[in-house]
């Protein structure tokens, strides 16, 4: 109970105004519209790309843009695409002909692209949607140059640490009761004990890990030194950085062997098949526990990362804001506009549930209240921080944290005595990235 | 005679009408123009780019970077060795071993052993997948609970580190590239063996010479200009080798490869011009055996 | 006489006793070698749930087709195949015209030019493809632009094949003209003068002539550019327009827990370039070599 509250309340700062009746304002935002643009809308067709997600994804995308079409009489082209093909060419596909909306990714991921004039202000589609809005999502999808927002926050997701609870019993531990360093470590040791992996971790993609280091570097250091350190204003070199390092090692003796041949996949699938203690995930990858069997899924849980430092507590969580973004090259720039606004409504959001979307959506309108024990201990995990993080690939620039950190990373887990080479590496590389 | 025949081509060139001289402008001006305009004019541009900084959008913010780029690539990126070094090495190994075992396999079976056919049609297999699909069936059999780990006893728990393992991933990469190498060049030596006469052979193993002698001073000197292909057909091979890393990783930086790191440098979100850059130092090094192929190739022509 | 006789039995002897171990040698490597096709292949013929249940050594307990029909309409399979059609057919009929006018030029016509033409088509058939693509992209853009249509080149099929044609001409031009070299001149010596123009020397005299080199390159270039998945990776950003070996990409991660339905799709997606291997054998083999065996 006192768990529900402290979810409400949190949720309440999000969003920085209760739930009322201005979701539904914001929901006839688009009949209002100048009757120019919805004439040229009906009829047109607007492009949608899906990143990902499989006959899920497809199908929610359906919904969605099916009632998109009924609303508007506009007809949507969608298409999914291999997501990580997608991000490696993103510069390309948006600069060449992309389709008008799709789903993105907040951070530097779309501030960048934004400003350098391949993705659409999305100001005043926001304006519209203020009502259900929370100010802290709005803010997390503003460019802090620019000072405009280049994407229409929709959904995020905490990491944290994953484990199932009948394996933490089956130790003898407290499956509640992982907060800090010596519970994390003795959950560690006793599953390794028992011939398991302790703490599994995959790096193949070269950014998973980055979910570790995160957090760690956020715990023993805190909020503020994490985002200094990716905008260059701490360095690599620093005592602090190698303090984080110096935990990160602790954690390898724990860990599967095949670390770099795994991706985030490889990491399910060891919990799934009870393989593994604990794990540091984003919750995104639920739904395939409850595709597996309900046991499974009511096994499963979500804990923040330990506190290390007692001065930062569990105060800062990783939590990666997704939404949709609008293309400048895009053949229909009104359409995609009116689209990633429907998408981010009351009206799309509830499509987009009512066809199977476990997300948690960040709109006031989004309803709770149906939620299963693991979506409530998800929304209490993202309670429990204030200072929220949106994971090294989005809060650091694009020449930097794919190419430099991910790396570094890697070559850190494989040889840890390696790190001081490794740090002033990374730093000599920061230092020589072109200024701009 | 020979003059005769060089009166008799002038002559059939000055007869050249003003439409069969522009007929054969057009047959070789659009190839080349496609040529120069695909190939060349970008290789160009790549080779200016590799001195600024810019990533790749707007014009206006390219900025003259001099050989900045070059210097952070050969003094602060430890992958550019480690890729430097997986090249070397897939180069030795593809040199030294994949395209001797398919001469040997050529070599064995061109003794016309029963079945020839069929053998030969199995090892050229691999050759004429996409490596889109052989990415997909070496993960079938390498993954964690795939049929090798299986074979192992190794389930996903404990499944040993293959793709990841810096000690055995080179050489499970090179196998895989060799799986499809190896076909290549038997079947490449094998045509040629062919035309080898088999009495030739035959003569000489009577005179007490070994296989090795055989091999060595008769087959390899008649072989002279399929040897040049082969050595040739080897060094670019692995000097342009990398779809498949890509396949298996989907990032350069596990087993980097300096295509796989022109791929990450040059495209999409982190866009910068080292990318350029990498990419020259891969022109510069597939230099000697462009050169050395077209000195062979045009030996005559050029004298 | 007869030493030599008994010698030479001897030697066929020891031969077959050698060949017999050879033999087998390559057989059980041969084996060795397909197996992970074989794998592939039988991963396909089996339900996803068996391997659930049972595991991937298990007995098989059915032995179905499903995995395929699943994978043309799950996966659209076919669409894709189409679209590789599409790519690949105009890019090798362009490619060997092309590469054929400029073999022809440079051997039936003495110019100046014609060694460095050579050289510049055989040497860009060696560069590294990651040296162009990104120029390449902005250039498809740029000229799109200038004509008012972006996706003239960019995300069109005429733009891969122009690159495939790009990049393969080289290639065939180099043998090509190998091959014409060993043309006798007097024929087109004769065809010039009984009046032949140009073309008609080019089309009538020297293409039949041409038609075994070209009928073993084209089954060598339909395979290179059928299995080709890069270009389309980076100048196609409309799925539904991309060649099949570039969907596999996305499906490879889509299904990437169903391995049986992902066999299936990679075996139907290798099937053209094996039954054309296996049906025109002696073309792919004359196509490989005629580049090596020049003069």
């Not at chain 1, 695409?81 to 909306?101: K, T």
């Not at chain 2, 430097?84 to 001469?103: D, H, Q, S």
């Not at chain 2, 082969?230 to 990032?251: K, P, Q």
Request: net charge positive.
């Amino acid at each position: 109970m006192s768990e529900e509250k402290n979810v409400v309340s949190r949720r309440s700062v999000l969003k920085g105004a209760a739930i009322g009746g201005a979701a539904l304002a914001a929901g006839g935002a688009l009949s209002t519209e100048s009757a120019s643009a919805a004439t040229r809308l009906k009829g047109s067709t607007v492009k949608w790309t899906t990143r990902g997600g499989g006959a899920t994804g497809d199908k929610i995308a359906k919904a969605v843009n099916d009632a998109f079409t009924k609303k508007t009489g506009a007809k949507v082209v969608a298409q999914q695409v291999n997501s990580d093909d997608f991000q490696n060419n993103f510069a390309q596909i948006m600069q060449g002909s992309p389709d008008d909306a799709f789903g993105w990714m907040a951070g530097y991921r779309s501030n960048h692209f934004g400003e350098m004039g391949l993705l659409e202000d999305l100001t005043r589609e926001i304006g519209r949607l203020k009502g259900s809005l929370p100010t802290a999502a709005i803010k997390g999808a503003t460019s802090p140059v620019s000072k405009k927002p280049y994407i229409i926050p929709t959904t995020y997701y905490p990491w944290g640490l994953h484990y199932r609870k009948s394996m933490v019993k089956d130790i003898g531990m407290n499956p509640e009761k992982i907060n800090d360093w010596d519970d994390f470590v003795k959950l560690m040791t006793l599953t390794q004990k028992k011939g398991l992996v302790g703490y599994s971790l995959g790096a193949k993609g070269g950014w998973e890990a980055m979910g570790t280091f995160d957090i760690l570097n956020a715990r023993i250091n805190g909020y503020k030194y994490h985002i200094d350190l990716l905008n260059g204003r701490a360095k690599w070199t620093d005592a602090r950085t190698k303090e984080t390092f110096k935990y990160f090692a602790q954690l390898i003796p724990f860990m599967n062997e095949n670390v770099m041949d795994i991706s985030w996949d490889g990491m399910r699938d060891l919990l799934l098949q009870k393989k593994t203690g604990a794990m540091m995930m984003g919750s995104w990858f639920a739904n395939d526990f409850k595709a597996k069997s309900q046991a499974d899924y009511d096994d499963l849980w979500v804990v923040p990362f330990p506190e290390i430092n007692p001065k930062f507590g569990v105060d800062t969580i990783d939590a990666p804001l997704d939404g949709i973004s609008v293309a400048k090259n895009g053949k229909n720039v009104t359409g995609g506009k009116a689209l990633a606004e429907f998408w981010a409504s009351p009206e799309g959001i509830t499509e987009a549930v009512k066809a199977g979307d476990t997300n948690i959506y960040v709109s006031k309108s989004f309803d709770t209240s149906g939620y299963d024990a693991f979506n409530k201990q998800k929304l209490a995990v993202l309670a429990s921080a204030k200072n929220i993080m949106f994971f090294l690939d989005r809060d650091a620039r694009g020449d930097f944290a794919g190419p430099v950190v991910g790396p570094a990373i890697q070559s850190f887990i494989k040889k840890p005595s390696d790190i001081n080479k490794i740090l002033e590496n990374t730093q000599a590389q920061w230092e020589a990235l072109p200024k701009n | 005679m020979k003059t005769a025949a060089t009166v008799k081509k002038n002559r059939s060139r000055r007869s050249l009408s003003k439409t069969d001289r522009f007929t054969l402008a057009t047959f070789v001006g659009i190839p080349t123009l496609l040529q120069i305009i695909l190939l060349w004019v970008p290789a160009v541009v790549t080779i200016i780019l590799s001195f600024t900084y810019w990533n790749g959008i707007r014009l206006k913010d390219i900025q003259w970077a001099g050989i900045q780029n070059y210097k952070n690539i050969f003094f602060d990126n430890p992958l550019f060795y480690q890729a430097l070094k997986n090249n070397a090495i897939w180069l030795a190994f593809f040199v030294l071993i994949a395209t001797p075992l398919g001469i040997l396999l050529a070599y064995q079976i061109d003794r016309g052993i029963k079945g020839h056919a069929f053998f030969e049609s199995i090892y050229y297999l691999p050759v004429v997948l996409s490596l889109a699909v052989i990415g997909i069936i070496w993960n079938f059999m390498l993954q964690p609970g795939g049929f090798v780990q299986g074979l192992m006893g190794r389930d996903i728990g404990n499944a040993i580190s293959i793709w990841g393992n810096p000690k055995i991933n080179t050489w499970v990469i090179l196998g895989i590239a060799s799986w499809r190498h190896i076909g290549y060049i038997m079947l490449l030596y094998l045509s040629g063996l062919k035309s080898v006469d088999p009495a030739l052979k035959e003569a000489a193993a009577i005179d007490g010479a070994t296989d090795w002698q055989i091999f060595r001073k008769i087959i390899l000197p008649t072989m002279q200009p399929v040897n040049i292909i082969i050595v040739v057909i080897t060094l670019i091979e692995s000097l342009r080798a990398f779809d498949l890393v890509y396949i298996i990783y989907g990032s350069p930086t596990i087993f980097p490869l300096l295509n796989l790191l022109v791929f990450q440098n040059f495209a999409g979100q982190g866009i910068s011009m080292k990318g350029a850059a990498y990419a020259v130092i891969l022109l510069l090094l597939c230099i000697v055996p462009i050169i050395t192929y077209l000195r062979i190739s045009f030996k005559e022509d050029l004298k | 006489m007869s030493t030599g006789v008994v010698q030479n039995e001897e030697y066929r002897n020891k031969q077959k006793r050698k060949d017999a171990f050879i033999s087998t040698f390559i057989g059980i490597f041969a084996f060795v070698w397909i197996f992970p096709i074989l794998w592939t292949i039988w991963t396909s013929l089996r339900p996803y749930n068996d391997i659930i249940s049972y595991g991937i050594f298990s007995w098989p307990r059915h032995i179905t087709l499903e995995n395929y029909f699943n994978a043309i309409k799950e996966m659209q399979i076919g669409k894709y195949l189409l679209n590789s059609l599409i790519v690949t057919i105009p890019s090798v009929i362009l490619t060997l015209f092309f590469g054929s006018l400029v073999a022809f030029v440079v051997t039936r016509y003495q110019y100046k030019f014609n060694l460095g033409l050579l050289l510049l088509f055989t040497a860009g058939n060696m560069l590294p493809i990651v040296l162009t693509y990104i120029p390449v992209f902005w250039m498809f853009i740029w000229v799109g632009e200038l004509f008012g249509n972006r996706n003239m080149l960019y995300n069109n099929y005429g733009g891969l094949i122009l690159v495939h044609v790009g990049f393969q001409v080289g290639f065939a031009t180099f043998v090509l003209s190998s091959y014409m070299k060993t043309i006798p001149k007097e024929i087109s010596e004769s065809a010039t003068i009984d009046g032949a123009n140009v073309f008609r020397h080019y089309w009538n005299v020297i293409l039949p002539l041409l038609r075994p080199a070209l009928a073993a390159l084209s089954v060598l270039m339909t395979t290179w550019i059928y299995n080709e998945f890069f270009w389309a990776l980076v100048l196609m950003s409309d799925d539904a327009k991309r060649p099949i070996t570039s969907a596999l990409r996305r499906l490879q991660g889509q299904y990437v827990t169903d391995f049986n339905l992902l066999a299936a799709g990679a075996i139907i997606a290798a099937a053209p370039t094996v039954i054309m291997f296996f049906v025109l054998r002696k073309q792919f083999i004359a196509g490989l070599t005629l580049g090596s065996t020049k003069g």
